[in-house]
């Protein structure tokens, strides 16, 4: 099990849930425009956010930004410290930075530690496949073991000057070896891990890339908060990576849709029926297995597992509980799931 820091409220490793992060793409310096974005994404199950502070006039506003933020902001850092210790000062509740890309080296490294030890807020080291020391390189190449050894030496300079809570993030825009690292880390050590594969893609293809390489990691039981790293819109990140926790099994607060492949047999239209039942019962917070079955001849077998569900027929279909015939239905099939799943939510709710 991985140590565990607080960012904020937000507890991450040692056994705490996984968390959700994303980043803002407005302008810092802007902070009600900012805060808008965060509490959007907020709305939308993000649990810690991060927002670039590079300019003075970013690390002013994120005084603003972490007072009103309803969940703890994280500045990321490049470059210059002393935007570092701004944001530290200005209350941010985590920093993320690379100890060796910034300026004024090891003795800038000591004064972001004692700001650090002096607020008391933990600091992410991260290190991606574009950031590698050319010595590691020249080593190992681009690989997961030069991502992991660079973040552990970053580390271990940072807690030279007596920080200890780190988290460490290593990320390749190739699923593959940001797993490599991922495991790697896992190891060596038991810092706690954020985990994502960068610069994913667009919405359409980075949700793949993301699924398989988070969702190995989150299967090997690696992974401690977690970011979809998306083009575009922040908001899907948040719900791609809150589908990815729900696929990996690790959260289990919602109404989870079967749905048949669907052949020659089936009777009812199978993908819009589990749709309008997907939207009905977003805001169920019980978990329910329901199940839409396109007939009738192996749908309750095959749907064993699910709480709840129906089977097409002919003529309506059949309402079946556990794999068992309950009723048949000779109206709306998709209400008559709905009504059922709500039942079943309010009588699990009551107990």
Known sequence: MTRQVHIGSVAVGGGAPISVQSMTNTDTADA??????IRR????????IRVTVNTPEAAVAAKTIAAESPIPVVADIHFDYRLAIAAIEAGCHKIRVNPGNLSGGEAAVREVAAALKDHRIPVRVGVNGGSLEKDLVAKYGVTGRALAESALKEAALLEKYG???IVVAVKASDARRTVEACREIARLTDYPQHIGVTEAGTT?????????GLGALLMDGIGDTMRVSLSGD?????ETAIEILRAAGLRRDFVDITSCPTCGRACIDVEAIAKRVREATRDIREPIRAAVMGCVVNGPGESKDADIGVAGGKEGGALFVKGEYASSVKGDLAEALIEGIRALAAERGAN
């Open 32 to 37: 009600q425009a900012t805060l808008r974005q």
């Open 41 to 48: 994404l907020a709305a939308a199950g993000c649990e810690i």
């Open 163 to 165: 920080v200890e809570d």
């Open 204 to 212: 359409e293809t980075g949700r793949i890339k993301s699924a398989v």
């Open 234 to 238: 922040p908001q899907p990140e948040v």
